[in-house]
């Protein structure tokens, strides 16, 4: 069983770039998908969460309107679109599958069964 993310890069303010979540070994679709990045000296963040059905997902304010999470069942994927990067969103990014949490008015990915190894993402000024 292996979960590993992909689609890093150096990009320049104002870019875009594709992450891929891809699973080996289990469906995705049948679990809570996280996204979370982490930079040097800060804690990790959790970016955004969807539910297995896509029905429902989370994102935190600072990529509201800019990241889209999307499923593709067909290939064991889930995809982080990320526009309009900024130098701020500078990080390692990885995902994660599990169950889902469900708080009032949200969900989140705390619960964890499997973490993918992370990307680098690095935007430029």
């Known amino acids: 069983v292996q979960l590993q993310a992909s689609g890093g890069g150096l990009v320049q303010a104002g870019g875009s770039l594709r992450l891929s979540c891809i699973a080996s070994?289990?469906?995705?679709?049948?679990?809570?998908i996280g996204w979370f990045r982490q930079a040097p000296g800060k804690a990790r963040e959790e970016i955004s969460c969807t539910s297995s059905s896509g029905g429902m997902t989370y994102y935190v304010d600072s990529v509201k309107g800019r990241f889209t999470v999307s499923r593709d069942n067909a290939n064991n994927t889930v995809y982080l679109q990320m526009n309009n990067l900024k130098p701020e969103d500078t990080a390692d990014y990885y995902c994660t599958a599990g169950p889902l949490t469900v708080i009032p008015g949200s969900i989140r990915c705390t619960k964890t069964d499997w973490r993918g190894k992370g990307t680098q993402v690095t935007v430029s000024s």
């Open positions: 070994g289990f469906r995705l679709e049948y679990s809570a």
